[in-house]
Structures are given as structure tokens and as C-alpha cells.
């Protein structure tokens, strides 16, 4: 019997008598029924399949941001600071679809499905949340074009962590499904980043949920963690209860929430930073961020805020430094030069100092003994550490203060030399 009899064989074999097995789906009416019944849910149907869609809503009004966000139009005016991102200058929330995905696996890959996509936007004064259901593997197609509906209406996406996972993983769901998308057309700010720029500094952790807590003040209560959502949705897949997944639509529904309140708390801080209640760490992470990426102007009164205001010592040493670097690069050398002295004489290793004051009078006082005497402060302080068997970051710079104080000697060197021949042809 050959390959081809053996297929036609079992395909006339006898049907239905043996137990289903626990993983035969149930008939699909009654899938719909129990959805219904659970999450009071809307059922899309197109060419045999079908969608649930959930909508719920989030009272916006209650948050203590939302008058003073209302009274801007919805706007984040200089949000574009601390995404680095220009396309984001006078960013409209109204504008803004916010995305989270829950998936099969947590790895990614083309065998990880996005069976749960939460989106969210701003509607007058409330969060409304859409949350687009998959019952099953075959509908992706059709989760897929209804997200894809959704993304029409927006100039703006938001994730949180989804650069590195939900946007590549549903992009190469719609290449799978050979859809089109207008996916990367739209301006991606991803708010993991912009968190981290802010509060790493200060926060054990940058997860949304660290962030709820800490600079929300919001817990969850009873959340399921993360991790198990994928064993969640395979243990629904098997048993067709759509209780089981109720949990994990409550889960979906807060990040896509906080994800936004978190959004309106970072842009109103970046829009008016003196004027938010915000620990000085963070003021000082974003204008530590600010001069690294040349916005010296908006990070000026950032700095002179913290220098005025803060006592932790730490804190002003860091400022410090920094109000000496973003008046160098404005053009202001003396007021820098001045900041270095000052925190000098807070922190008498601090190698960076000590390089800059010698620079500046080597190369633009042209004030060789003056660096010379700088540069003599550091090596016997690095000398100081070496008999004391102290750390400190000052003994990295002992080889570059040996070399720039061999060229000084030169430099006063030649400069007397010159002075005295100088004399003697006067004579």
C-alpha cells in the first residue's frame, strides 16, 4: 500500500468515536455567548471570523494634572527634550494612540502571537481603552485590520518598551499575515526611554509598574504578574472559558491607563520643571540629560534652580559641574571658571575640575603658573591618597596631570627665555 492509499484510507476512516480530546475547541456560537456574558463585550464578525472588542473608560478629570493640561490644549510643548526627538516639539495628546500588546511567549519571534492589543486615547475628559480579543489563531488576520482601522486616526504612537518588543513583534505579524500597515509611519515615542532619562537615577527600577507606585502614587491590588499571561492565554485555548482571561484584559487595560497618566506626569514636568513638585535628582537627570545633548539654555535654570534650593551635597556637587560646562559652552569662561573653584573646594579629587581650570588657563588665559599651580594641587592630592591607600577617581588622571605639567615647565621655560632675550635686545 502506498503513501497515497494510506492518506485516502484514514481520511475514510470512522469519525466521532473516541472521546474528543480536552483541546477540541467548543462551537463557536458558544464562544461568543460566554464572551459576551463575561466581558460584556462586542463580537466583530467578518468572512467566519470573529473579534471581541472591549471598551471601557477611565475618568481623566480626577487627575490633579488634568486642568492645568486642558488649560494647554492637550499639549506637551517641549516633550521633544527629553525624547531627543524634534518631531515630538508641541506634542498633541489628542493625537496620540497608545499601544500595549499581550503575546504567547516573551521572547518574540514569528511564533509569538499578539492575542490581546489594548489601545488607548484621549476622548474630552476621559481614557477610553479599546481592547481587541483573539479567540483563536486562525482570526489574527482579522485583529490585525482592526488595529489597523485604528491606527488611521492618529499622528502619534506610544509604547512603553515598544521599540524593543510590541512594534517589531506586530509588525512582523502583519508581514506574516501579508497586510499593510501604516505602523512606521506614525511618530514613535517610546516612554521606557524618557523614564529612564528621569528617574533611573533615583528609582530602584524603571517598570511601569515601579513607576505607578513611585511617582504615581497608584498599586495595583491582585495584578497577575507579566510572565505567567502567556500560560494564561494557553490554558484558555484549551479549556474555551473566557473567565480565565478576565485578568489579563484588567492587566492590559491599567498599563495602557498608567501608561498615559505616566505620559501627562513626564511631559508636564518637562514643560515646567521648577513649577512640578519634583525630587532634585530628577531635576538634576534631566539637566544632566540636556547638556549631553546640547540643550544648554533649557538646562541653565534647571541647574540654578538646584544650586539655590538644594542642600544634599551630592546633588550640589553634580550641579555644580555641570553650571561650569553649560556656561563654557554658552561662552560665559569666567563664570565657569568660577564654578570650578567652587566645587574644588567641595571636592578637592574631582579630576574633571581640575583638567578644565588647568585648560582654562593654560589655553585661554595663557596663564601658564596658574595651571601649573592647579595642576600641582591635583598630584599632591593623588599623592596625599596614594600614602593614605585611599580610592578615588582622581588617581586615573595622575599619567595626564604628569604630562600637562611637563608641558607647562616647557611653556614657563620658553616663555622666560623669551622674555629675557626680549630684555636684552631692549637694552
Known amino acids: ?37 463575561e466581558f460584556d463585550a462586542r463580537i466583530i464578525r467578518e468572512q467566519n ?46 493625537q496620540c494612540l497608545f499601544l500595549d500588546l499581550e503575546t504567547t511567549g516573551l521572547a518574540g519571534g514569528t511564533g509569538t502571537y499578539a492575542f490581546l492589543v489594548g489601545v488607548g486615547h484621549l476622548e474630552l475628559d476621559h481614557i477610553v481603552v479599546r481592547q481587541y480579543l483573539l ?39 502583519f508581514v506574516l499575515n501579508r497586510l499593510e500597515t501604516r505602523l512606521d509611519e506614525l511618530l514613535h515615542i517610546d516612554l521606557l526611554h524618557a523614564a529612564r532619562r528621569v528617574w533611573k537615577r533615583r528609582l530602584p527600577a524603571c517598570d511601569l509598574q515601579t513607576l505607578e507606585r513611585e511617582i504615581l502614587g497608584e498599586t495595583r491590588v491582585q495584578d497577575i504578574p507579566g510572565h505567567i499571561i502567556p500560560q494564561i492565554y494557553f490554558e484558555y485555548i484549551r479549556k474555551r472559558r473566557a473567565f480565565l482571561l478576565r485578568d489579563v484584559l484588567e492587566h492590559n487595560f491599567h498599563d495602557i491607563v498608567f501608561m498615559i497618566l505616566l505620559t501627562i506626569r513626564l511631559g508636564q514636568l518637562i514643560d515646567e520643571p521648577l513649577h512640578q513638585p519634583a525630587h532634585a535628582e530628577d531635576l538634576l ?53 568660577k564654578f570650578m573653584h567652587q566645587l574644588l573646594s567641595r571636592q578637592k579629587d574631582h579630576p574633571r575640575a581640575l583638567e578644565e581650570l588647568a585648560k582654562y588657563y593654560e589655553h585661554r588665559e595663557k596663564d601658564y603658573h596658574s595651571a601649573l599651580e592647579v595642576v600641582n594641587q591635583g598630584l599632591e592630592f593623588i599623592q596625599l591618597l596614594e600614602q593614605l591607600g585611599r580610592e578615588s577617581p582622581l588617581l586615573g588622571s595622575k599619567a595626564d596631570l604628569l604630562r600637562r605639567r611637563n608641558r607647562l615647565m616647557k611653556k614657563i621655560q620658553k616663555t622666560a627665555q623669551a622674555t629675557d632675550s626680549s630684555a636684552r635686545h631692549s637694552i
Open 49 to 94: 471570523s470573529f473579534v471581541v472588542l472591549k471598551e471601557n473608560y477611565y475618568p481623566l478629570y480626577r487627575d490633579p494634572a488634568f486642568e492645568r493640561l486642558r488649560e494647554k490644549d492637550f499639549r506637551l510643548r517641549q516633550f521633544h527634550l527629553i525624547n531627543n526627538q524634534q518631531a515630538a516639539r508641541d506634542f498633541n495628546l489628542r
Open 285 to 337: 537627570s534631566i539637566a544632566r540629560f540636556y547638556f549631553k545633548n546640547k540643550f544648554h539654555r533649557e538646562a541653565k535654570p534647571i541647574l540654578d534652580h538646584l544650586l539655590f534650593h538644594v542642600r544634599d551635597d551630592s546633588v550640589l556637587r553634580e550641579a555644580t559641574y555641570l553650571s561650569a560646562m553649560v556656561h563654557k559652552k554658552l561662552g560665559d569662561f569666567e563664570t565657569s571658571r
Open 135 to 173: 479567540p483563536d489563531f486562525q482570526h489574527e488576520w482579522l485583529l490585525l485590520k482592526l488595529l489597523e482601522n485604528a491606527l488611521q486616526t492618529d499622528e502619534n504612537l506610544v509604547t512603553f518598551n515598544g521599540k524593543s518588543y510590541d512594534v517589531p513583534l506586530i509588525r512582523n505579524r
Open 1 to 37: 500500500m502506498n503513501l497515497r492509499e494510506k492518506l485516502e484510507r484514514l481520511d475514510k476512516s470512522p469519525r466521532g468515536e473516541t472521546e474528543p480530546p480536552e483541546t477540541t475547541a467548543a462551537p463557536q456560537e458558544n464562544w461568543i455567548e460566554d464572551f459576551q456574558f
